[in-house]
């Protein structure tokens, strides 16, 4: 694997190991503060940052070495509203700026796994600011968000509240794998 690669896939190991560990910190202030459904929503996401570490490891060929962090932007614990506002400014980061450069330079590399990973990581981060934009507008209303049921694609990172889609938009797989919060 061409060292820019690797180098990149290092660095969106470490943003959504890091992510991950932030929306499961946030649940904990959502639920704190009286938002059951947020704290819910947190948590998948961060499952599905947990899925998007996995496939950028996976994609991986030497492991060994050092992760590096990229960025501090986006830490600290906030209001639910708050911490809603940076997880909607990281999703859109990684989707508008980091997951676009790597893939450009995976491409130059002729690295078809990390290719992959990345591009499901920049649909289902798409995804995940418009859920958390739903979220912040219900809390900065003063309510939870109306969600009965969040859904996440194992595979991808996808999230929905919709539980009559029998296949991830994203990346085809089908409804019996998906997770419920």
């Not at 450069?101 to 499901?120: H, N, P, S, T």
């Not at 934009?133 to 991808?156: R, Y």
Request: glycine share 6%; hydrophobic share 40%; proline share 3%.
């Amino acid at each position: 694997m061409k060292a820019m690669t690797q180098d990149n896939l290092r660095s969106a190991f470490g943003g959504e190991s890091q992510a991950h560990m932030r929306y499961t910190i946030w649940a904990k202030t959502a639920k704190k503060e009286g938002f059951p459904n947020v704290e819910r929503l947190f948590n998948c996401t961060a499952d599905a940052e947990k899925v998007h570490a996995n496939l950028h490891f996976k994609a991986l060929k030497d492991v060994h070495g050092d992760f590096p962090v990229t960025s501090m932007a986006g830490f600290g614990i906030g209001n639910t509203a708050e911490n809603l506002q940076k997880g909607i400014d990281g999703e859109v980061f990684e989707y508008t700026e980091m997951y676009p450069a790597y893939i450009a330079v995976a491409e130059l590399q002729g690295e078809d796994e990390a290719i992959k990973a990345m591009r499901y990581a920049i649909e289902a981060e798409k995804i995940h600011a418009q859920r958390y934009a739903e979220a912040k507008k219900a809390v900065e209303a003063g309510n939870d968000l109306d969600a009965e049921k969040i859904i996440l694609c194992p595979v991808c990172g996808y999230i929905t509240f919709d539980d009559s889609e029998e296949v991830c938009p994203l990346c085809q797989t089908k409804k019996q794998a998906f997770i419920e919060y």
